[in-house]
């Protein structure tokens, strides 16, 4: 019971600090790659939690959003290219820029609502929004900043953390690669040897197969000398130890020393 609370509370304190790597890790990540600010993506997530959604969806609508922008402002193409100019809905700012795919969902967001629930589910769909994101947006861009604000106070990290877990992982991949230099530096003294032992072991083993009679031989010879000398000589000795009365009496101090453990181990279960 007192060693199980320690391993329980590292175990715990080690999915936390994992969690919180891994975790701040790869939502910047995500927020990196769908050019958005890892706050700003939490409050989306949070808003589609909110709403029964995977959080997951935020990062596959985003990135669905950023490639239909871009088929559309780029190679004039894409389902989005013809619903935005039917909903009214600028792809490209003053200057003639591609905007960003959070001000076109937001903007889909108000469409949404005007448009009704069947038109803006056709759209949706066709734009392979998940169910769920449709209804989302269908709240309009009023509701989804109220969502935003109160998932606001919920986010987890900040860029800071984000900051610190890259760090940590930059720092933790320099310590492996420092491990692995100084391993390889006693490898390259010890496999050269171990190779020479090997290369021995194998002339031997050759050397045997090679003069396998004069082997056998040398072998029965060190069998004999054992039988006829060192046996009777060990022999001798265990005789006269066991004659010894010194030899009797440590005996019997050990066996009862022995029992009494054994008794003292009955008593306290």
Known sequence: KTIAAPIAGAFAASELFNSYVNGATALDRLSQSLGMDIERLQEW???????GVDAEEVGNIFRDMNDYITDATRFDSGPLKEIAAQLGISLTDVNGAARNSEAVLLDLADAFQTVGAQEAT?????????PGMIALLQQGRDALEELFREQRELGIYTKQDAEIAKTFNRELGDLWQ????????????IV???????DWIERGVKFMREHEKFVEMFFVGIATAISAFALPALARLAKATLTNPFTVLIAGITALILVLEDLYVWMNG
Not at 45 to 51: C, E
Not at 178 to 189: H, Q
């Open 45 to 51: 997530q949070g808003a589609a939690r909110s709403a």
């Open 178 to 189: 420092s491990m692995k230099a100084g391993s390889a530096i006693v490898l390259r003294m």
């Open 122 to 130: 056709g759209y949706g769909m066709q734009l392979s929004f998940d």
């Open 192 to 198: 050269p040897a171990m190779t020479k032992m090997i």
